[in-house]
């Protein structure tokens, strides 16, 4: 999104939409897909389709969050040099930056598609709930895909951004985020001068559309092996199709009060093929995720203990997110917060409209806006006992910097090492080690004489920097918070410098991206008539020979596209447009 002649305009990729999946694909060609087109097919590659990287990226790969996405991705996730996890497909290992970085480009070029001119800033934005690793992780996204990250802000703070902009009002603001893969709440406050300010955040960072997906394709698997006897969970072609019905579904019920899920020829069985037919009602998805929709609800009263507010001093409530169209959500968060939500700003498009706004501010000061944002974690030492000494408390406001004096622990001890943590509980085991480094040349004397100061520094980015200064001698030593994505400065350019040459060929082959982009468009509009085609052909004793043949010519189209063939593609859209004819036909005829 960018601001053009004063408002926020959130920009359409080169495929026509404003919202794009963060889905990443490798072809067996090696040709590389993002968005809509690697979604469309993962059924048929789901081993080298890559979805969920924002859950990955920052973690450790020991943790077990990571632990449990290998047990239900279909893409191989490794071990990286650094405990950090890397997706193996197509015998290359990927850092989890790196298939953000591609997301990045492809949101990046179509910012210069709209504007005319190179892109060469951007404000990024994450999760509120974010740690230190993961924000750092985001920036070496954006450095390898070619931007100067001038600012990491926080996506519940970008919606408000969004809805205050232009605005002079006087309000304290509930963001409830409930996205594909994360979930924040933010307590803010707006004021006429122009002050955005967060008063507190929390979050989870692996709760959001994708469990309430998997709600769906768990009930659906255990009720087919129920019905027929077969297990799915081998078959991963039967497991994406799933997948996507899941979604699908989902997405229906939040207008309608029933979905068909229709799956012909799912499996095989001996020489029979194994259809898939199942009607979901809105209740029954409702009894399945209402665990989800209750944790983000404990989180909500949580957050505003932390805020020091009462329910009935939150003025307004702002959804951010597509899942806050499911109507239980809605209906959640009017219950817990007394009010009928805000509906004034799309969920899907708000956050990016406030980076939009940000961006500006940061380039134009007449634009006189303040943004004061929080800290989401504790940060502190680990002390003598095992426990955690906190420096700065959760929901500081940043850019903020905190100085505790400690002491030497034992008899003659010449150095100290300082193990940076960040998290929430006393034990420091229970938290995550964000960094180390040691002070030495410390003087011998007896326990508790020596004195030194820790430092702690959080900038507006929320990036940690900590310095330890011998008070005796002035030493200091200090360290700024590297990210857990483990990848060297090496690999950045490395991967920055293919990330240019991909981005100069997609820039040089106009003929390819036009026809390419008249084709998706068709198949787009085949896959959407595709279940209503095979589901009226599963009924007819004709028409399958027909049907067949359009989606081998459709098929035929996709495989050219992912050789970047123009001149044949060109050929073969008479064909691809008589598919549509066909599909458009069989899918409005009566009955």
């Known amino acids: 999104a960018v ?146 990250v001038v600012q990491i802000l926080n996506e519940p703070t970008s919606a408000a951004l ?107 069985k001996g020489r029979e093929a194994v259809h898939l037919q199942k009607t979901i ?65 799309d969920p899907d498009l708000a956050v990016a409209m406030g980076a939009a706004v940000q961006g500006a501010a940061l380039t134009d000061h007449s634009l006189d806006m303040v943004l004061l944002d929080v800290t989401p974690h504790c940060m502190g030492i680990t002390v003598a006992g095992g426990w955690m000494e906190e420096i700065i408390p959760q929901n500081s406001t940043v850019p903020i910097e905190r100085t505790k004096r400690f002491n030497t622990t034992r008899d003659n001890q010449t150095a100290v090492k300082i193990l940076v943590v960040q998290g929430e509980s006393r034990r420091a085991e229970e938290n995550d080690l964000i960094g180390q480094f040691e002070l030495a040349g410390l003087r011998r004397a007896p326990a508790g004489q020596v004195e030194l100061d820790v430092s702690f520094v959080i900038d507006m980015d929320g990036i940690l920097s900590v310095e330890a200064k011998n008070l005796e001698t002035g030493a200091l030593q200090s360290i700024q918070i590297t990210a857990s994505s483990g990848l060297t400065s090496e690999e950045l350019l490395i991967m920055g410098d293919e990330a240019r040459e991909h981005e100069v060929a997609r820039k040089t082959d106009e003929a390819f991206e036009k026809v390419r982009q008249e084709a998706e468009a068709i198949l787009d509009q085949i896959e959407e008539l595709r279940p209503r085609v095979e589901g009226a052909v599963a009924k007819a004793d004709f028409g399958s020979a027909a049907v067949s043949d359009a989606l081998r010519a459709a098929a035929n189209v996709r495989t050219l596209l992912e050789q970047g063939d123009a001149a044949r593609i060109t050929e073969e859209l008479p064909a691809l447009n008589r598919t549509l004819r066909l599909f458009r036909g069989v899918a409005l005829s009566p009955g």
Request: glycine residues 10%.
């Open 281 to 345: 009602l809105r209740v029954e998805l409702e009894e399945l995720t209402t665990d989800l929709v209750e944790r983000t609800i404990g989180l909500c009263a949580a957050t505003l203990d932390e805020a020091g507010l009462g329910i009935d001093e939150i003025e307004d409530v702002l959804l951010v997110g597509g899942m806050t169209r499911m109507p239980l959500v809605r209906r959640s968060v009017e219950a817990f917060f007394g009010q009928a939500p805000q509906l004034r700003i």
């Open 162 to 268: 969004a809805y205050g902009f232009g605005k002079r009002i006087d309000r304290t603001l509930a963001v409830y985020d409930l996205g594909g893969g994360t979930f924040d709440i933010s307590i803010m406050e707006i004021s006429s001068s122009g002050v955005f300010k967060v008063i507190a955040t929390a979050g989870d960072t692996f709760l959001g559309g994708d469990d309430f997906d998997q709600r769906i394709i768990d009930w659906l698997v255990v009720d087919f092996q129920t019905q027929t006897g077969i297990d799915l969970h081998g078959d991963r072609m039967a497991t994406q199709r799933i997948k996507d019905a899941a979604e699908t579904a989902k997405c229906g019920l939040s207008s309608e009060e029933q979905v068909e899920i229709n799956l012909p020829f799912l499996i095989s």
């Open 3 to 148: 601001l053009d002649g004063g408002v926020p305009i959130v920009l359409a990729n080169r495929v026509g939409y404003q919202t794009m999946p963060s889905i990443v694909a490798v072809t067996e060609s090696g040709r590389e897909l993002v968005g809509h087109m690697a979604k469309r097919q993962a059924v048929t590659n789901s081993e080298a389709t890559i979805h969920g990287a924002k859950r990955l990226i920052g973690r450790r790969f020991s943790s077990p969050q990571v632990q449990r996405m290998r047990e239900t991705v279909a893409y191989e996730i490794v071990e990286g040099p650094h405990d950090d996890p890397r997706i193996r497909i197509r015998g290359r290992v990927y850092s989890v930056p790196e298939i953000s970085a591609k997301v990045l480009r492809e949101v990046k070029l179509a910012a210069e598609d709209y504007l005319g001119e190179q892109v060469e800033k951007a404000v990024v934005t994450v999760p509120a709930y974010f740690n230190d690793g993961q924000r750092q992780a985001t920036k070496d996204a954006g450095i390898i895909a070619g931007l100067d």
